[in-house]
């Protein structure tokens, strides 16, 4: 069994049936998986999934206050700004981009913190980014932790469901799963005290961290507005860290071949380009997919790239000292042989064998 085979923890209705074809459970299972799976009296080990619900969950109050006593159309633009461009973008150029794929590289440890710390933290980078590389391994096969397939609530739950390490790791398997996590810079635990927590992150080092970005952020927006600025920003956090646990059902076509013809050129999964996304946060997906180590992602002329922008930026300034930019080998790969095809199409000449995509 390979590494990415192993290194997630795995459900207890399994991820393929008997056929080999994925087990797709009901609401009933999903939900009882997930209330087992957030157990902390149970099983400590389960304490990285609690913790990343139990952040989203103190902050329920701020929305209701957000809403019936502090709401204004000011502070509603600013709550749609923060939630759906500040945290969207932050989060594919963050943990996507940077932590998953190391699709460009910082100056010095001071710009990764920076850039770590630009918005409220609500993800923990374990969680997204190990079970991220068995997303891309297995797209839409048994073994994706959010396989579309499954259904709305397999993707939505799992962050608790799918995607934590597998708490029975070798030591070896273990040094494998720090290596991913590295470059990020969050400080692992040793083998034993993985033995322990069941996690690469300490629960003291999280927490720990996790204050202390939520006080900055909650004494900047306070100072720039009072606690209705700051109420609204933390609540439209909370709101993006709900939103977001949907992105990949929606991304790969809730389950359905959505691919349209001249906007998704990788074929070797269900993928799709999202305007929404692809808009205020950068997650043109299907791109992604085909060329998944890009720090751009918006190859194409409409496609507006916000994270791209910041990395770029980052790059003339010095903060960042290199990146990876697909662009020109889409164009010549895909986006021009399409074109060249559609005008002999017009002209009346026959069309050559379709072009078959592959990720680099």
């Given at each position: 069994?390979?590494?990415?085979?192993?290194?997630?923890?795995?459900?207890?209705?399994?991820?393929?049936?008997?056929?080999?074809?994925?087990?797709?459970?009901?609401?009933?299972?999903?939900?009882?998986?997930?209330?087992?799976?957030?157990?902390?009296?149970?099983?400590?080990?389960?304490?990285?999934?609690?913790?990343?619900?139990?952040?989203?969950?103190?902050?329920?109050?701020l929305?209701?206050?957000?809403?019936?006593?502090?709401f204004?159309?000011?502070?509603?633009?600013?709550?749609?700004?923060?939630?759906?461009?500040?945290?969207?973008?932050?989060?594919t150029?963050?943990?996507?981009?940077?932590?998953?794929?190391?699709?460009?590289?910082?100056?010095?440890?001071?710009?990764?913190?920076?850039?770590?710390?630009?918005?409220?933290?609500?993800?923990?980078?374990?969680i997204?980014?190990?079970?991220?590389?068995?997303?891309?391994?297995?797209?839409?096969?048994p073994?994706?932790?959010?396989?579309?397939s499954?259904?709305?609530?397999?993707?939505?739950?799992?962050?608790?469901?799918?995607?934590?390490?597998?708490k029975?790791?070798?030591?070896?398997?273990?040094?494998?799963?720090?290596?991913?996590?590295?470059?990020?810079?969050?400080?692992?635990?040793?083998?034993?005290?993985?033995?322990?927590?069941?996690?690469?992150?300490?629960?003291g080092?999280?927490?720990?961290?996790?204050?202390?970005?939520?006080?900055?952020?909650?004494?900047?927006?306070?100072?720039?507005?009072?606690?209705?600025?700051?109420?609204?920003?933390?609540?439209?956090a909370?709101?993006?860290?709900v939103?977001?646990?949907?992105?990949?059902?929606?991304?790969?076509?809730?389950?359905?071949?959505?691919?349209?013809?001249?906007?998704?050129?990788?074929?070797?999964d269900?993928?799709?380009?999202?305007?929404w996304?692809?808009?205020?946060?950068?997650?043109?997906?299907?791109?992604?997919?085909?060329?998944?180590?890009?720090?751009?992602?918006?190859?194409?002329?409409?496609?507006?790239?916000?994270?791209?922008?910041?990395?770029?930026?980052?790059?003339?300034?010095?903060?960042i000292?290199?990146?990876?930019?697909?662009?020109?080998?889409f164009?010549?790969?895909?986006?021009?042989?399409?074109q060249?095809?559609?005008?002999?199409?017009?002209?009346?000449?026959p069309?050559?064998?379709p072009?078959?995509?592959?990720?680099?």
């Amino acid at each position: 069994m390979a590494y990415l085979d192993r290194v997630l923890d795995p459900p207890v209705y399994g991820w393929a049936d008997d056929e080999g074809t994925l087990s797709k459970p009901t609401a009933k299972q999903l939900f009882k998986e997930f209330f087992k799976r957030l157990n902390v009296i149970k099983c400590r080990k389960n304490w990285l999934p609690f913790f990343s619900w139990f952040r989203v969950l103190i902050l329920v109050p701020l929305v209701f206050l957000f809403i019936f006593k502090f709401f204004s159309i000011p502070l509603l633009i600013v709550f749609f700004v923060y939630s759906m461009i500040a945290m969207g973008t932050h989060g594919t150029i963050w943990h996507h981009r940077y932590c998953t794929h190391q699709a460009y590289t910082f100056k010095n440890k001071f710009w990764r913190f920076i850039t770590q710390n630009l918005t409220i933290s609500m993800i923990p980078e374990e969680i997204y980014v190990v079970s991220h590389h068995v997303h891309h391994a297995k797209s839409d096969q048994p073994g994706d932790p959010y396989n579309a397939s499954g259904g709305f609530l397999y993707c939505f739950l799992a962050d608790v469901n799918h995607q934590p390490i597998s708490k029975t790791l070798s030591e070896k398997d273990y040094s494998r799963t720090v290596k991913l996590m590295q470059h990020t810079g969050v400080t692992p635990n040793t083998y034993s005290q993985y033995q322990s927590w069941g996690s690469v992150t300490h629960p003291g080092t999280a927490i720990l961290f996790c204050l202390l970005n939520w006080s900055f952020w909650y004494a900047v927006f306070f100072l720039i507005g009072g606690h209705p600025m700051a109420c609204t920003v933390f609540a439209a956090a909370a709101f993006w860290a709900v939103g977001v646990r949907t992105f990949n059902y929606e991304g790969h076509g809730k389950g359905e071949d959505k691919r349209r013809e001249g906007t998704d050129f990788n074929t070797n999964d269900m993928s799709i380009n999202q305007m929404w996304p692809g808009i205020v946060a950068g997650e043109w997906h299907n791109n992604h997919h085909l060329y998944p180590k890009s720090a751009r992602t918006g190859f194409l002329t409409h496609q507006i790239d916000l994270a791209w922008y910041y990395i770029w930026s980052g790059r003339k300034m010095g903060i960042i000292t290199s990146y990876h930019d697909s662009k020109r080998d889409f164009k010549l790969r895909f986006a021009q042989p399409y074109q060249e095809e559609k005008l002999k199409e017009k002209a009346g000449i026959p069309a050559q064998a379709p072009l078959s995509s592959s990720s680099n």
